[in-house]
T-cell receptor, first 113, second 111 residues
């Protein structure tokens, strides 16, 4: 049982490049989400999904796209990277749609030059 | 909107000292409250939670009590260890399943 896995661990992009951060979970959780972590700001919700085919925006969705074609996978796409997107990105999943513990992946550290 | 405020760090303590990390929240209704811990280089792990007023969450010697009258959820531990050095996040559930986090408090424990 691997839990929540994220790839890559580190990534450097140039401004304007696009890329996809991968997230997968093997716990059959319906709820998945993406957060970004910035110094002094805690974690902020980017997008979330309550099940395959259903996604919605969180607090800071601009510049990011998501899709959920399977229960296991929830990739995050940066369409045209900007220096403001330099951050650490965490994927999380939960067995419960309301109030349940969220399980976090190890994170992806992204630098946009 | 809903928000969480934590005491600023870093907090530096000697081993076996008493720990308190303050957390207060603003929310409509009655949120569930959480403490998450992030060890260096890792993702966040749930430390403890409380889902209603006067509930006490506890785990690994840490405790926090949901105080509705003061909208607080302070984290305490009677005797910290070097291995407790980490970043601690207070959080609440908003809108059913969307976590709102505080800024995090760095704890450093010296031997």
């Amino acid at each position: 049982n691997a839990g929540v896995t994220q790839t890559p661990k580190f990534q450097v992009l140039k401004t304007g490049q696009s890329m996809t951060l991968q997230c997968a979970q093997d716990m059959n959780h319906e709820y998945m989400s993406w957060y970004r972590q910035d110094p002094g700001m805690g974690l902020r919700l980017i997008h979330y999904s309550v099940g395959a085919g259903i996604t919605d925006q969180g607090e800071v969705p601009n510049g990011y796209n998501v899709s959920r074609s399977t229960t296991e996978d929830f990739p995050l796409r940066l369409l045209s990277a900007a220096p403001s997107q330099t951050s650490v990105y965490f994927c999380a999943s939960s067995y419960s749609p309301i109030g349940g513990e969220q399980f976090f992946g190890p994170g992806t550290r992204l630098t946009v030059l | 909107g809903d928000s969480v405020t934590q005491m600023e760090g870093p907090v530096t303590l000697s081993e076996e000292a008493f720990l308190t990390i303050n957390c207060t929240y603003t929310a409509t209704g009655y949120p569930s409250l959480f403490w998450y811990v992030q060890y260096p280089g890792e993702g966040l792990q749930l430390l403890l939670k409380a889902t209603k007023a006067d509930d006490k969450g506890s785990n690994k010697g840490f405790e926090a009590t949901y105080r509705k009258e003061t909208t607080s959820f302070h984290l305490e531990k009677g005797s910290v260890q070097v291995s407790d050095s980490a970043v601690y996040f207070c959080a609440l559930i908003w809108g059913g399943n969307k976590l709102v986090f505080g800024a995090g408090t760095i704890l450093r424990v010296k031997s």
